[in-house]
């Protein structure tokens, strides 16, 4: 239990000292808006994310990683450009899905005021997230805010949320960000299934890995090394989708689909520059969609 809670921990700050770095970007094209993630930081992070000048950290960041800054650089700007167009379709409730050091509840608390925002997470990582809100920024939790602690592996998602407040007869926004791909298939359906329960209108934003990288081929870009690296944690993949299996799949699920994109869709809606040209390549395996009840 202990290795698990510190490997969530340690996968929540990693995500941090990317977006960190990609809020450093100095082409306010491709700047990451999150300014919050840089208190998450620990030594090691903190080292990487000041390198000057930032060119260097990044040319390093896609040594190490390739694909990884300008993914959560999509990643990002996708998922908070969609929960701004829900909070305008007038959603009531906001429920953001392994949390870890998301910053959404805070950076868009004043246009979530009207919502009710609950942080589903494990306790662990929920407790150093509190720690360094208070430490850093002094953040006292607005009384719409919740955070749920929850053993994803063993507590039930809606009985923990109802036990918070949450109701299914109000509309929601789900996001589920760096989750869906470790999580065996009926797992992801689960969770998919209960968005479909909820008030009309209600939708889920979730990323997820191709079919083909989940089976062995690796030879999508960042795929090698990124392999490597699950392989030495000891993290697989277990769940992935072929694109063309996708629809079907969010049907049976009993949801719509609203969109479904890849690296190409990705890039060209969020990685232009000032110059107009594509800042680079995005992991090739990876594919966000947004589909409502």
């Given at each position: 239990m202990r290795n698990q809670k510190n490997?969530?921990?340690?996968?929540?700050?990693?995500?941090?000292?990317?977006?960190?770095?990609?809020?450093?970007?100095?082409?306010?094209?491709?700047?990451?808006?999150?300014?919050l993630a840089k208190h998450f930081l620990k030594s090691n992070y903190k080292l990487l994310t000041s390198i000057k000048p930032h060119s260097l950290q990044k040319k390093i960041l896609e040594k190490i990683a390739p694909g990884s800054y300008n993914y959560i650089i999509t990643r990002t700007k996708h998922f908070d450009k969609i929960l701004l167009s829900e909070i305008t379709n007038n959603i009531e409730q906001l429920v953001i899905l392994g949390a870890g050091y998301d910053t959404r509840g805070i950076r868009f608390q004043e246009a979530l005021r009207n919502a009710s925002v609950f942080e589903v997470d494990i306790h662990s990582t929920q407790l150093q997230k509190k720690k360094v809100l208070n430490k850093k920024i002094s953040f006292t939790p607005p009384q719409n805010y919740t955070f749920v602690s929850l053993d994803f592996t063993k507590d039930d998602l809606r009985e923990s949320l109802e036990k918070h407040g949450f109701l299914t007869?109000?509309?929601?926004?789900?996001?589920?960000?760096?989750?869906?791909?470790?999580?065996?298939?009926?797992?992801?359906?689960?969770?998919?299934?209960?968005?479909?329960?909820?008030?009309?209108?209600?939708?889920?934003?979730?990323?997820?890995?191709?079919?083909?990288?989940?089976l062995g081929d690796h030879s999508t870009y960042g795929g090698k090394k990124l392999a490597k690296w699950l392989k030495k944690i000891k993290e697989p993949f277990l769940f992935g989708l072929a694109p063309e299996e996708t629809p079907n799949f969010i049907k049976e699920c009993n949801l719509k689909l609203l969109s479904d994109m890849g690296p190409e869709e990705l890039s060209n809606q969020y990685l232009i520059n000032s110059k107009g040209k594509i800042e680079g390549n995005t992991l090739g395996h990876a594919r966000m969609v947004h589909a409502s009840s």
């Open positions: 490997k969530a921990i340690k996968s929540a700050e990693s995500v941090a000292a990317l977006r960190a770095s990609a809020h450093q970007d100095a082409d306010l094209e491709i700047k990451c808006k999150d300014y007869t109000q509309k929601t926004l789900f996001l589920w960000e760096g989750v869906s791909y470790y999580l065996p298939e009926k797992d992801v359906k689960k969770t998919l299934n209960f968005v479909s329960l909820c008030k009309k209108g209600s939708s889920i934003v979730f990323d997820y890995s191709i079919k083909s990288f989940v």
